[in-house]
T-cell receptor, first 118, second 120 residues
Framework: AQSVTQLGSHVSVSEGALVLLRCNYSSSVPPYLFWYVQYPNQGLQLLLKYTSAATLVKGINGFEAEFKKSETSFHLTKPSAHMSDAAEYFCAVRGPGEYGGSQGNLIFGKGTKLSVKP | NAGVTQTPKFQVLKTGQSMTLQCAQDMNHNSMYWYRQDPGMGLRLIYYSASEGTTDKGEVPNGYNVSRLNKREFSLRLESAAPSQTSVYFC???????????????????FGPGTRLTVL
């Protein structure tokens, strides 16, 4: 079974500082991994995803994440935070499985709220 | 192209009342999902539908029923609402091909804007 752990329910950074949001996963099969962002009172939007093509994945808005199998991690980073990055971020895992099987569904972490101080 | 739409945006119910949350997608996706989001809990899957005519339980199905009306629409029904069902409900859709494998970017789940439900 797949699971995701996001370390830190709240992270606060200063504008211009490095953003690092941590995600560790558990999967019995090679995982597909996702980062979603949720702005206040909105739905979830895909930031980036890992599907085994490349370990360093670049996403929208300057975010990237590196898949590290040895550490079972998929941490999200951005070199320089912007005020508009303030949102909640969710890591999710999906294991490849049979068509229609529950293994095809996303398992979400509990989320990390990112605050950006001026 | 509206993506995934949900109605209503907000709803207040009294305990014991029933209601149906509507979801529609215009991306011709096979798979659709209903999640609930609660503070500190992330998103939890209620039900999903891998294709038209099929539905399956997710992590937290108790107190809910679903209907995959056609390929576009997937509704969630609360037969007798309880305060524990106060939450934000999200519908999502994705294209998942046979054997769970996907091509290109089609395995991404696309989310609707959500329905905020309060049960008093």
């Amino acid at each position: 079974a797949q699971s995701v752990t996001q370390l830190g329910s709240h992270v606060s950074v200063s504008e211009g500082a490095l953003v690092l949001l941590r995600c560790n996963y558990s999967s019995s099969v090679p995982p597909y991994l996702f980062w979603y962002v949720q702005y206040p009172n909105q739905g979830l939007q895909l930031l980036l995803k890992y599907t085994s093509a490349a370990t360093l994945v670049k996403g929208i808005n300057g975010f990237e994440a590196e898949f590290k199998k040895s550490e079972t991690s998929f941490h999200l980073t951005k070199p320089s935070a912007h005020m508009s990055d303030a949102a909640e971020y969710f890591c999710a895992v999906r294991g490849p499985g049979e068509y229609g099987g529950s293994q095809g569904n996303l398992i979400f972490g509990k989320g990390t709220k990112l605050s950006v101080k001026p | 192209n509206a993506g995934v739409t949900q109605t209503p945006k907000f709803q207040v119910l009294k305990t014991g009342q029933s209601m149906t949350l509507q979801c529609a997608q215009d991306m011709n996706h096979n798979s659709m999902y209903w999640y609930r989001q609660d503070p500190g809990m992330g998103l939890r899957l209620i039900y999903y539908s891998a294709s038209e005519g099929t539905t399956d339980k997710g992590e937290v199905p108790n107190g809910y029923n679903v209907s995959r009306l056609n390929k576009r629409e997937f509704s969630l029904r609360l037969e007798s609402a309880a305060p524990s069902q106060t939450s934000v409900y999200f519908c999502a859709s994705s294209e998942v091909t046979r054997r769970g494998r996907t091509s290109g970017s089609t395995d991404t789940q696309y989310f609707g804007p959500g329905t905020r439900l309060t049960v008093l």
